[in-house]
């Protein structure tokens, strides 16, 4: 399997910058403290880690349900990750809401929220950020 890589070169103190790119050049962009803390336009690390979570439990899904003999004709998913002040200084991302809206054919509710869940379990992306609470809303539209 491959190992994929995202780098970051900071200069500065807090009112520095720090410039990011993944191996593939498809993701980059500038990090600073106010694109993070405050509401001045830009990514951040929380923004990306969405990126990131919302892209693999859509695919452990995907993955999931064919697997189950469904094909999903959508699925939208939001990744809210939350940041807060952690107890001794710093902060900490406490918790992850996935938001799930899916079109899935001749799928019943039952069996879609397993599977849901599964995938939120099973998801990479999800298990390597197992230490925040991580929770699912699933609506199937169809």
């Known amino acids: 399997m491959p190992i994929r890589q995202a780098e970051t070169t900071w ?3 807090k009112d520095g910058s720090g410039d990011f790119t ?3 050049g498809l993701i980059e ?3 600073t403290f106010p694109t993070r803390f405050e509401e001045e336009p830009g990514t951040n690390p929380e ?3 969405g990126a990131a979570h919302s892209g693999c439990f859509c695919m452990q899904l995907t993955a999931l349900l064919e697997g189950e003999g469904y094909t999903a004709t959508q699925l939208h998913t939001e990744a809210d990750v939350h940041l807060r002040p952690a107890d001794g200084g710093g902060f900490e991302i406490p918790k992850i809401e996935l938001t799930l809206e899916a079109d899935i054919p001749d799928i019943d509710a039952e069996t879609f929220e ?3 869940q599964q995938a939120k379990e099973t998801c990479p992306v999800s298990m390597a950020l197992a230490g925040p609470e991580i929770t ?4 199937l539209m169809s």
């Open 136 to 139: 699912l809303d699933a609506t």
């Open 47 to 49: 923004e990306l880690i």
């Open 22 to 24: 993944t191996e593939s």
């Open 11 to 13: 200069q500065g103190g």
């Open 114 to 116: 397993e599977i849901a």
């Open 29 to 31: 962009g500038t990090l």
